[in-house]
């Protein structure tokens, strides 16, 4: 599990193709890597990895053609930056929002507009995430816990705020920029819970539609 602060912007140092595969080289920036041990989760640009080898300044991690299918990793090349965060402890401050490292999904910029010392980002995703998304609440974009500032049908938007402009690759976002979204989780669950015994049955699992709200008095009839 992780926060969505950022610990440090790294940058990818190796790709190596391995069958549908991929061994990803990080270069960890000023993320120290004095108490990572392998088997540690690190999250890169919100991608939970596992590290398998480390240097003082690197660590290394296989990314699963799964992975590679429903993130932007795939698509990174050499020198590109990323966000990093390591596994949160008990010890650690819950600043931002619980992140699994679970990516649902690849969004879009579709605008950047400056506000003051702020920017706006809006956001393209998915449809089938549109309904995970709500004004206010939270949602992780490249590992960065961020909160929505409203939501129009399948795009959203966000404000950034000067730290976190500095802190995090969102700098360098243009439109056209494609970022990894993790909903929150408690959205993903509560679809789930709703459907009762229908998850469990071959096929289930579906859309909460108005009668599944219905019968369990989450509106009128």
Known sequence: MFT??????????SLEQRGGDMRLGVYGGKLSMADVNLGDSIAVSGVCLTVIEKTAHEFHADVSGETLKRTIIGALSVSDAVNL???????TRLGGHL????VDGIGT??????????????VQV??????YIATKGSICVDGVSLTVNAVDGASFELNI????LAETTLR???AGRQVNLEVDLVARYLERLLQGDAAAQPGGGGNV?????????????
């Open 4 to 13: 969505g602060i950022i610990q440090a912007v790294g940058s990818i140092a």
């Open 85 to 91: 965060e390591k596994a949160l402890t008990l010890e």
């Open 99 to 102: 992140v699994s490292g679970h």
């Open 109 to 122: 910029v579709t605008q950047r507009s400056e506000d003051s010392r702020s920017v706006q980002f809006t």
């Open 126 to 131: 998915p449809d089938e995430l549109a309904r």
């Open 161 to 164: 705020v000067p730290h976190t």
């Open 172 to 174: 360098d976002y243009r």
């Open 209 to 221: 539609t108005r009668e599944l709200l219905e019968s369990c008095g989450f509106a009128g009839k």
